[in-house]
């Protein structure tokens, strides 16, 4: 069966420190990958895409990257995280027709 | 992607149909009408797709127009737990749509 993996489910981080969230597919390959973020009282902004190893699109201009060093996995990532990068982290997959799969994501506090 | 337009919030009485209104004036014809629900604290979830037809599932029924400029999207007989907010997306099917979210519909369901 297709499963999305993402962890960890939540993480206190202070300021300035790296970052690094995972994410994995199950059951399928080549997938379209993509990395969300909710603020607190806000809406899902869409940060990155894939469609392939090495093939990352950014959506907006941030202090993350995100990198896919294998077919099924999607790392998001930060050197140094700030304040404003607290938030609740979604992986996403899309399998085709039926509509995208949320992993159960990563809820970070910067402190 | 075309934009839409939803009410901000709405309430249902338990064991009530719920009807979630949608605008999409501006859908072009290969686009899906994709409706997701996200609960509190967890990843949104894949509740019901169509491009002209009505559809109807498990979960809920969606009604689109015949000009395709709006859509409704029913819960037959809602419950406590259909408490969430619940985003109506248009998007080309398949693996190079990007998931794109509003603020969508906040669905008080009330006892």
């Known amino acids: 069966s297709q499963t999305i993996h993402q962890w960890p489910a939540t993480l206190v981080q202070p300021v300035g420190s790296p970052l690094s969230l995972e994410c994995t597919v199950e059951?399928?390959?080549?997938?379209?990958l993509y990395w969300y973020r909710q603020a607190a009282g806000r809406g899902l902004q869409l940060l990155f895409y894939?469609?392939?190893?090495?093939?990352i699109s950014s959506e907006v201009p941030q202090n993350l990257s995100a990198s896919r060093p294998q077919d099924r996995q999607f790392i998001l990532s930060s050197k140094k995280l700030l304040l404003s990068d607290s938030g609740f982290y979604l992986c996403?997959?899309?399998?085709?027709?039926?509509?995208?799969?949320f992993g159960s994501g990563t809820r970070l506090t910067v402190v | 992607d075309a934009k839409t337009t939803q009410p901000p919030s709405m309430d249902c009485a338990e064991g009530r149909a719920a009807n979630l209104p949608c605008n999409h004036s501006?859908?072009?014809?290969?686009?899906?009408v994709y409706w997701y629900r996200q609960i509190h604290s967890q990843g949104p979830q894949y509740i019901i797709h169509?491009?002209?037809n009505n559809e109807t599932n498990e979960m809920a029924s969606l009604i689109i127009t015949e000009d395709r400029k709006s859509s409704t999207l029913i819960l037959p007989h809602a419950t406590l737990r259909d408490t969430a907010v619940y985003y109506c997306?248009?998007?080309?099917?398949?693996?190079?749509?990007?998931?794109?979210f509003g603020q969508g519909t906040t669905l008080q369901v009330k006892p």
């Open positions: 501006t859908i072009s014809g290969n686009e899906y």
């Open positions: 169509g491009l002209k």
């Open positions: 996403a997959w899309n399998p085709g027709t039926y509509g995208y799969t």
């Open positions: 894939s469609i392939g190893i090495d093939q």
């Open positions: 997306i248009v998007l080309i099917s398949g693996n190079t749509g990007k998931l794109i």
């Open positions: 059951g399928t390959s080549n997938p379209n």
